[in-house]
């Protein structure tokens, strides 16, 4: 019965890069200068609490959005910030040995959407502390994890 759990946990988070590599290379948008554009949200604007929540520019909330809906419940919670910066915080269903595959798929399809830029991707866990840091480097196309 527990090899059944951890075989469906494992296929699960298998499918999600899947998913997240077909989507982004075969659907990915590009990012116009007024989704570039932004200015931090003042106190006393009418801002709802998603849009703080998943990003800052359109094109940013829309793929915070895009992240958490195609997870499968992996990922609980998704901004961006900037159009360069990704954080995510994972269920507890993501294994310690899947989130650095993780951050990688999530750090190919934020490229993907926000191109000619240097990335940040910042996975947290459940409990809301950061667990690993994944830089894309535009010159190098490598991605670095501390």
Do not use: H
Not at 11 to 37: E, K, N, P
Not at 72 to 78: H, I, M, T, Y
Not at 134 to 140: F, L, M, S
Request: hydrophobic share 35%; proline share 5%.
């Amino acid at each position: 019965m527990i090899l059944l759990k951890q075989s469906r946990k494992i296929m699960t988070t298998f499918v999600l890069i899947l998913v997240l590599m077909i989507v982004t290379a075969c659907g990915g948008g590009t990012v116009t200068q007024s989704d570039r554009i932004t200015s931090p949200p003042a106190i006393g604007r009418d801002i709802t609490y998603s849009e703080l929540e998943r990003g800052n520019t359109p094109t940013g909330q829309s793929f915070g959005n895009w992240v958490v809906q195609t997870s499968r419940g992996l990922v609980q919670d998704a901004y961006v910030r900037d159009n360069n910066k990704l954080g995510v915080v994972i269920s507890p269903q993501v294994r310690p040995n899947e989130v650095k595959p993780l951050a990688k798929s999530l750090a190919q399809g934020f490229r993907k959407n926000f191109p000619n830029q240097n990335l940040t991707v910042l996975i947290y866990g459940p409990d809301k502390k950061l667990i690993v840091t994944a830089k894309y480097d535009t010159q190098t196309n490598q991605i670095q994890y501390t």
